[in-house]
Nanobody, 122 residues
């Protein structure tokens, strides 16, 4: 079983940057792709970015050009670099693992972290 632990959230003003990290441990040999999701209060969970073992990436239109997903398998860590943050990026961010094809659909993933809060003030 894979375990995921997010970190790096916090409060920032609009236009600022944050880098989220997700450490993964356990049975990591078969990890094919990883992703970041977010959920704001009262809103549905949204896929933000995904990456597979070949480095193929996928981004939600709302974050393209501002967010970058990357992975470091040597450190067993997934990253999400978030630049030019907007108040609408405020949400709890989760990393997820388990897809067979890179995807932003939550149903494609079967292992989730506990989340880290990101708050962007105007």
């Amino acid at each position: 079983k894979v375990h995921l632990l997010e970190s790096g959230g916090g409060s920032v003003q609009a236009g600022g940057s944050l880098r989220l990290s997700c450490g993964f441990s356990g049975y990591t040999t078969d990890i094919y792709c990883l992703a970041w999701f977010r959920q704001a209060p009262g809103k549905a969970r949204e896929g933000v970015a995904a990456i597979d073992s070949a480095g193929t990436t996928m981004y939600a239109d709302s974050v393209k050009g501002r967010f970058t997903i990357s992975k470091d398998y040597a450190r067993n860590t997934l990253y999400l670099q978030m630049n030019s943050l907007k108040p609408e990026d405020t949400a709890k961010y989760y990393c997820a693992e388990g897809c067979e094809v890179v995807s932003l659909m939550g149903s494609s993933y079967n292992t989730w972290g506990q989340g880290t809060q990101v708050t962007v003030s105007s």
